[in-house]
C-alpha cells in the first residue's frame, strides 16, 4: 500500500489506517509512562446495513457505524481492560489510565501476559479479505423481497413468512502490543468485510 492510500480513509470509512496507527501508539505510549509492564491496543471502526421484509412488506432498515480503541494493560502478571468510542486525547489517557487501575488491583494471574516477542509474527500477508458489497437500502430490500418470494413460491401449503433478511457489514483495525515496554508488533490489519 502507498503512504497516500495509508493517510486517507478507506471508501466507505471515517477513519485511515494512518489515524488508527496514531491513536493505537498514543495510548502505548500513554501506558509506558504511567508504569505498565505490557500493554496492547487496538483501534476499530465498522459500519452496516440490515433491511428485512415480511410478506412481501419492508419491516425494518438498521445501519450502524461504530468506533472503539480498546486497550490492555499488564502491571506484572495483573491484568486491566477498558476501551472508549471517543478518540480525543483525554479520553485516550482516561482509557489507559483505567485499564491501569484496574490491572494493579485485579489478582495475578501466573498466565496473563502477552507473547514473548519472538513468538510474535511480524508479517502479515495480505489476505485479501475486504470486498465491500455497495449495497444500497432499496436494493437490499429487493433483495429480501425477491428471497422471501421465492421461498413462498416453493409450496401452496406455505402461507406464511417469518420474513427474508439481508446484511452487509464491514470493517477494518490496527492493532500494536508493546511487550516489556519494547514495539515488538506492529500491524495495521486490512479491512475485513463479512457479507
Known sequence: MNSAAHTKPLAGFSYSRATFENLVDTALAYAKQIGATDAAAEASEG?????SARLGQLENVERNRDKSLGVTVYVGKRRGNASTSDF???????????????ARFTAEDPVAGLPDAQDVATHQPDLDLFHPWALSSEEALQLALRCEDAA????????????????????????????????????????????
Open 88 to 102: 480525543s486525547e483525554s479520553a485516550i489517557k482516561q482509557t489507559v489510565q483505567a485499564a491501569y487501575d484496574i
Open 47 to 51: 459500519s452496516g446495513l440490515s433491511v
Open 152 to 195: 413462498l413460491k416453493t409450496s401452496k401449503r406455505i402461507t406464511n413468512s417469518e420474513g427474508a433478511g439481508v446484511s452487509a457489514q464491514q470493517s477494518h483495525f490496527s492493532q500494536r502490543i508493546c511487550v516489556t515496554v519494547k514495539l515488538a508488533f506492529a500491524a495495521a490489519m486490512p479491512p475485513a468485510a463479512i457479507q
